[in-house]
């Protein structure tokens, strides 16, 4: 798949949490090219299609052989007959002009596609991802798999395959799907780790490569001192003295809490890429140095000692 190794998360294109200007938008992808990094991912869901819309324009301009793109299936987007005023209900701040419509058949992938495709302005999109289809397995094996399955086969799509936050059914995929990668946000991460259970020894078996997003646990370990957010809500409190106690780790060997939390995910064998979100062209930049800080191996092994890091995890090169 030759998917680069540091990628960027373009949720924050399509208004999570709050708004931000097109100008923004399309700086935050100029400052993420200009840092080397060629993986951009998107999805409809993101801000009912802004994201891709910005994505596409920010890249207009570029060597369509110069980077990967991957966007999603599985919501369609369809006309609001709502109230014109509405808000957008899941998170992102734009209008509700559309709603999005779960739709995991044959038919409902195609179509996905192509509003993409209009969005993003591109004539062709790399992988392209099942999109949470963890409360719709059936119709996900059934119905866009196979047709994406037939899209791979056919040239249009280079590989396949699913994304979610539930590492147990997207192994259940692996082992009962033909794909060629797959997004895992949150499970594989500094804080914890039960995607070595089944799902990341899987793909490396099956030679199935692994992109890990989420790595901040969506705010816990994003910065220095741990936030509050865990899984898009109020982080736990058991769960903010556990990223404290690393935290401090981290601190005695000179090294920030979201570089480590970039560094150990990237270290797995079947992890292929990191995805990184950001609001801002200084995150982009902030998040760039995260991924190419030294981490000493004196550091992970300290957290293995101390009961924060599962003795099994593979480890940066460092610490062999």
Known sequence: MNIPNLGLGCAQLGNLYRAMSDETAAAIVDTAWARGIRYFDTAPHYGLGLSERRLGAALADRPRDDYVLSTKVGRLLVDNPGDPGERDPEGFDVPATHVRRRDYSRDGVLRSLESSL????????????VHDPEAHVDEALTGALPA???????????????????????AEFVRRADVDVVMIAGRYTLLEQPALDELLPLCEQRGVDVIAAGVFNSGILASDTPGHTYNYDAAPTALVERATRIAEVCARHRVTLPEAAVALPAAHPAVASVVLGASSPAQVEANAARASARVPGALWADLVAEGLLRADTPLPEEAT
């Open 118 to 129: 209009e969005r993003l302005g591109a004539d062709r999109i790399d992988i392209a991802f």
């Open 148 to 170: 994406l399955v037939e899209l791979r086969e056919q040239g249009v799509l280079r590989g396949i395959g699913l994304g979610m936050n539930f590492d147990d059914v997207l």
